[in-house]
């Protein structure tokens, strides 16, 4: 009898395509992850989380649109339970200490 594993599904929130595809890339290669869907947009991503409930949230500070991916990550997690790495190459002081709240 074979075990089955469940995979992990991703939601990936992510502005810059070709970092995206470059995720989605590595994640299936690894294996064990579902990449449910590719957003670019904040208010976007929090429809999509809504709707589809993802098990891990992959999310850039930076987004499309009038909301930061850690304004996305506070409003997602007002109704959902989800873990969240943050992708981003803005090592400013700001950023680390506003992601960290």
Avoid: C
Wanted: charged share 30%; aromatic share 4%; glycine share 4%.
């Amino acid at each position: 009898m074979t075990k089955e594993h469940k995979l992990t599904r991703v939601l990936i929130i992510e502005d810059d395509a070709f970092i995206a595809l470059l995720l989605k890339e590595f994640l299936n290669k690894w294996g064990g992850y579902e990449i449910i869907d590719i957003v670019s947009e904040g208010e976007r991503a929090i429809e999509v989380s809504k709707e589809l409930n993802p098990d891990l949230l992959l999310v850039d500070i930076h987004l499309e649109g009038d909301l930061s991916g850690i304004e996305v990550v506070r409003r997602i997690k007002k109704n959902q339970n989800v873990p969240v790495l943050y992708i981003t190459a803005d090592l400013s002081d700001e950023v680390i200490t506003t992601s960290l709240l």
